[in-house]
């Protein structure tokens, strides 16, 4: 964990003073009740773990909460605010309680039944996961994990990376017209981050053979291997399923929805529904973008499939004022918004969160 700054710390201070005084809860009257934005929060969790700081995501601080944080978070919520079902909600439109919330968890992380569950059936906080369906009960799992890790422990240089970028594209489209970008930090280290960004747009052969040449170049990284079982097994989504917990779709392969061929996102959308429902014998009421990204031919596919509703990631401006069932705003929760200056949970700094991005 970081030291404390001094930003961090006004903040802190801001947000204590901002909750304790009641302006907070007058600035959630304003917009809720005078602008009329929707009084209710779907939050976007991702992955909850014991230690954070310990493993593969410290790359992606802005995927994961602690478990005891998380624990802080959904006691909080099941005190002061009324927890709905997503469904509940999409089912709801206009007529929901006043501060209503939603938890949801995207990606179906294994971590979701071994540290989330536990804290949501305590609570007895209704949740929806959103699984990436061919990756449930397999050791599949997110091509960004090996990237990471690999870049953290094979000492790549922004150079070797253009390298193995522009000779796994040229050999698929024997001209290659991306330009090689400069993934070098100040520091002379990868940044991560822009790196794993590039490579989104890349189709899942080419990326393959990214992934193959960096474990080739760098050995020693490739022989630690990855987290073998990271994702749920049906069993556990079952056994989660029986306690209550709702499962929607993020599509069968996480691939994104709009740089795909219509065709293949249909695929994408409808498959991914029916594996579910098979599994779960259930119906699939929701969806969630996966990467956040949709488009108006994507909302229309989900839409004609039969879900319900289908929530977006926060920071996605077309959805910002809708009430739109097919592009329901969230609001991201990672462990940094709302510890203080010494990682301890806060509950100013949670609601101040919360407030900001009615
Ligand atoms: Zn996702």
């Not at 939603?102 to 992380?109: N, S, Y």
């Not at 070098?184 to 590039?198: K, L, R």
């Not at 929805?257 to 779960?280: F, K, N, V, Y």
Request: charged share 25%; aromatic share 8%.
């Amino acid at each position: 964990m970081s030291n404390p700054t001094g930003r961090s710390i006004i903040k802190y201070f801001l947000a204590v003073l901002l909750f304790y005084s009641g302006v907070l809860a007058a600035y959630r009257f304003f917009k809720t009740r005078i602008l009329g934005r929707p009084d209710l929060s779907i939050l976007m969790y991702h992955r909850v773990l014991d230690n954070p700081w310990a493993s593969a995501v410290l790359t992606q601080p802005g995927m994961a909460v602690s478990t005891e944080v998380f624990d802080r978070q959904m006691a909080y919520l099941s005190k002061s605010r009324q927890v709905i079902r997503l469904t509940a909600l999409a089912e709801a439109g206009r007529s929901l309680p006043r501060g209503a919330v939603a938890v949801t968890f995207d990606d179906g992380w294994r971590d979701n039944f071994t540290n989330a569950y536990p804290v949501l059936q305590k609570h007895e906080i209704p949740a929806t996961i959103f699984l990436t369906a061919d990756f449930v009960g397999t050791p599949k799992s997110f091509w960004f994990l090996s990237v990471s890790r690999l870049l953290r422990e094979g000492n790549f240089t922004g150079a070797d990376l253009s390298d193995i970028v522009r000779k796994a594209t040229g050999i698929q489209s024997g001209s290659d017209t991306r330009p090689a970008a400069d993934h070098t930090g100040v520091t002379g280290s990868v940044d991560a981050d822009p790196f794993i960004e590039s490579l989104k747009d890349l189709d899942p052969e080419t990326l393959e053979r990214v992934i193959a040449a960096m474990r080739e170049r760098s050995p020693a990284a490739a022989d630690a291997g990855d987290d073998d079982k990271p994702m749920l097994s049906w069993e556990e989504v079952i056994e989660m399923q029986s306690g209550g917990v709702e499962f929607g779709s993020h599509g069968c392969s996480h691939r994104i929805l709009t740089r795909l061929p219509g065709a293949q996102a249909q695929d994408e959308i409808t498959g991914s529904r029916i594996i579910i429902e098979e599994r779960l014998g259930r119906k699939t009421d929701c969806f969630s973008y996966p990467n956040g990204d949709y488009n108006a031919q994507v909302k229309a596919a989900v839409e004609q499939a039969g879900y319900l509703c289908a929530v977006t990631t926060r920071g996605d401006r077309l959805a910002a004022k809708s009430t739109d069932r097919f592009s329901l705003r969230r609001i991201a929760v990672h462990e940094g918004i709302s510890v203080g200056p010494r990682g301890r949970f806060s509950k100013a700094m949670f609601v101040w969160h919360l407030a900001r991005n009615l």
